[in-house]
C-alpha cells in the first residue's frame, strides 16, 4: 500500500502551491537566495513555491516549524549553515537536527567579505590584526545575533588572530550594516548579498573575502588566506530540506527542480551580481546536503565550544 502510495504521489506531486519556509527576515540574505530558487522552481513544478518568513534564534524557530510540519512535500525548509551550527550553539533545540529532516539539495555557497566601518584606521587585513590586538578592549564586531553568519564568522576571527573583541549582536543583518554604515561598530564579517553594494559604493571599506578564491565582482580585494590569515574560510551554504518522512520521490522531485533553477540563467546572472554561484548538480542532490550538513556540525562544534557562545 505504501509503497502504491508514493508512486501515486509522485505522479500528481504537487497538486497546489508549496510554502518555503526561510527562517530569517524577507529582504535578507538568506530571503533573497530563497526567492530566486523559489520563482525558478516554480515555474518547473507548475506550481507557486510560497516563501514564508519565519524568523528568530537563529533560524531555530522556522527549522522547528518544519520538522513538526506534515511530511507531503507542501512545506519544505531553505536554511543556511545555520542548521549545522545551531545543533551545538543551542542547548535546546526544539528538533534533532539530523533526524527530523528529509534532504532535497544545496542550493549555493555564498562568500563572506570583512569589512569595515569607512573610517576606520586599518587599511588592510594585516593593519586589521595588528590594530584589533593593540585595542581589544575597544574595537567592536557587529553580528546579526547568535547563530547568524556574521556571528559565526566573527567568532572564527576572533579564533584565527587569538584576540577576543566585543561582539555586539544586532537584531538582523540590516540593523547590523545600518550601524556599521553611521560608524556606530567597527567592524564586521558578513555575507556579499549584504556586503556587495556597500562595497561597491564606497560606504564601507572590505579588508578580505573569505573564500578560497578570489571574487570575480571584486578582483582587486585579497582572500583572507592571501591576506595573512592562513586557513580562514567560511562559506555560507544554503540546503533545502523537508519534514522527516516525506516520500523519497517526493524529495526527488524536488531535487530534479531544484537542479534545474541552478541552471536557469537568470539565477544564475543574479548570484553572479552577489558575489556567489549556483552549486552544481552533483551538490544539489539528498546525499551531498546529507555529507555537507554532518561534516559542518563536526567542523563548528569546537569553535563554538571554544568560543562559549551559546544560546539557550
Ligand atoms: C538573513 O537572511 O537574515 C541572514 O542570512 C542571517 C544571517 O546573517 O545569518
Known amino acids: 500500500v505504501s509503497l502504491f502510495a508514493a508512486s501515486a504521489s509522485a505522479q500528481t506531486y504537487p497538486e497546489r502551491s508549496i510554502t518555503m519556509v526561510v527562517p530569517f527576515s524577507a529582504g ?11 520563482e525558478s522552481m516554480s515555474k518547473d513544478l507548475g506550481q507557486q513555491i510560497i516563501v514564508e ?8 524557530l522556522g ?10 512535500g507542501y512545506t519544505i525548509l531553505l536554511h543556511h549553515i545555520g542548521m549545522a551550527t545551531s545543533a551545538t550553539l543551542y542547548r535546546k533545540l526544539a528538533y534533532d537536527t539530523l533526524n527530523a529532516f528529509e534532504y532535497v539539495g544545496l542550493v549555493t555557497e555564498v562568500p563572506m567579505t570583512i569589512v569595515a566601518r569607512k573610517d576606520f584606521e586599518p587599511t588592510d587585513l594585516k593593519g586589521l590584526i595588528e590594530y584589533a590586538k593593540a585595542n581589544k578592549d575597544t574595537v567592536t564586531v557587529a553580528n546579526a545575533g547568535i547563530g547568524a553568519a556574521s556571528h559565526l564568522c566573527g567568532m572564527m576571527f576572533m579564533s584565527a588572530i587569538e584576540t577576543p573583541l566585543t561582539t555586539v549582536p544586532y537584531k538582523g543583518t540590516g540593523p547590523a550594516m545600518t550601524d556599521l554604515l553611521g560608524g556606530q561598530v567597527d567592524i564586521m564579517c558578513d555575507q556579499t548579498t549584504n556586503t556587495t553594494k556597500q562595497i561597491q559604493g564606497g560606504t564601507i571599506k572590505a579588508y578580505a573575502t573569505t573564500s578560497p578564491k ?12 592571501e591576506a595573512g590569515l592562513k586557513g580562514f574560510q567560511v562559506g555560507i551554504w544554503h540546503g533545502v530540506y523537508a519534514p522527516k518522512g516525506t516520500p523519497a520521490d517526493v524529495t526527488d522531485r524536488l531535487s530534479k527542480s531544484l537542479q534545474k533553477a541552478l541552471k536557469d540563467e537568470n539565477v544564475a546572472a543574479r548570484f553572479a551580481e552577489l558575489g556567489t554561484e549556483p552549486s552544481s548538480e552533483a551538490d544539489a542532490t539528498p546525499a551531498a546536503l546529507k555529507a555537507k550538513l554532518e561534516s559542518e556540525i563536526a567542523r563548528w562544534k569546537p569553535v563554538i565550544e571554544a568560543a562559549g557562545q551559546y544560546a539557550d
Open 28 to 38: 535578507g540574505p538568506t530571503d533573497t537566495v530563497a526567492r530566486l530558487v523559489a
Open 53 to 60: 518568513n519565519v524568523g528568530g534564534a537563529g533560524g531555530t
Open 63 to 72: 527549522a522547528g516549524r518544519v520538522a513538526q510540519a506534515d511530511p507531503d
Open 214 to 225: 578570489r571574487l570575480k565582482i571584486f578582483p582587486d580585494l585579497p582572500t583572507a588566506e
